[in-house]
């Protein structure tokens, strides 16, 4: 298990194959606001390992996961990585700045009232933060 940071989260998640974004967070919080693309784990649940599983299922194989929460202080992305990797998942990635360190780099969030820049994904969240991508559309 790896602990990485905002960067090399976008570079894996515009990477081939993709990573699955896992959040760690309350439903409350994920309601309101979560990385897009990302889907809400809950550790505590059974049907956590199944969630996973079929997402696993659905994506190309080697998809690394990368586990995120609120920020550096939130222990819950780590109890989910563990549980995850003792299960036998992985390549295995906690995303140590979680929503605070995607927030400070102005990336887009997704929940109610947000939205996910016409849902074009990473690489053009990337884009947009350098300024080298287009924000209107003909």
Same mark, same amino acid.
């Given at each position: 298990?790896?602990?990485?940071?905002?960067f090399e989260t976008?570079?894996?998640?515009?990477?081939?194959?993709r990573a699955l974004?896992?959040?760690?967070? /309350?439903?409350?919080?994920?309601?309101?606001?979560?990385?897009?693309?990302?889907?809400?784990?809950?550790? /505590?649940?059974?049907?956590?390992?199944?969630?996973?599983?079929?997402?696993?299922?659905?994506?190309?194989?080697?998809?690394?996961?990368?586990?995120?929460?609120?920020?550096?202080?939130?222990?819950?992305?780590?109890?989910?990585?563990?549980?995850?990797e003792s299960e036998?998942?992985?390549?295995?990635?906690?995303?140590?700045?979680?929503?605070?360190?995607?927030?400070?780099?102005?990336?887009?969030?997704?929940?109610?009232?947000?939205?996910?820049?016409?849902?074009?994904?990473?690489?053009?969240?990337?884009?947009?933060?350098?300024? /080298?991508?287009?924000?209107?559309?003909?």
């Amino acid at each position: 298990m790896q602990t990485i940071g905002t960067f090399e989260t976008v570079q894996r998640c515009n990477a081939s194959p993709r990573a699955l974004l896992l959040a760690a967070l /309350d439903e409350d919080d994920y309601a309101s606001e979560h990385i897009p693309d990302s889907h809400r784990v809950d550790y /505590d649940q059974p049907e956590c390992i199944g969630l996973i599983r079929t997402l696993l299922s659905r994506a190309p194989a080697g998809s690394p996961l990368i586990v995120y929460g609120r920020d550096k202080d939130d222990d819950r992305p780590a109890r989910v990585a563990y549980r995850l990797e003792s299960e036998g998942f992985g390549p295995m990635h906690i995303y140590a700045d979680g929503l605070a360190g995607w927030r400070a780099m102005s990336y887009a969030l997704a929940g109610s009232g947000r939205e996910d820049h016409l849902t074009l994904g990473f690489a053009a969240n990337e884009a947009m933060h350098h300024g /080298d991508w287009p924000t209107t559309t003909t």
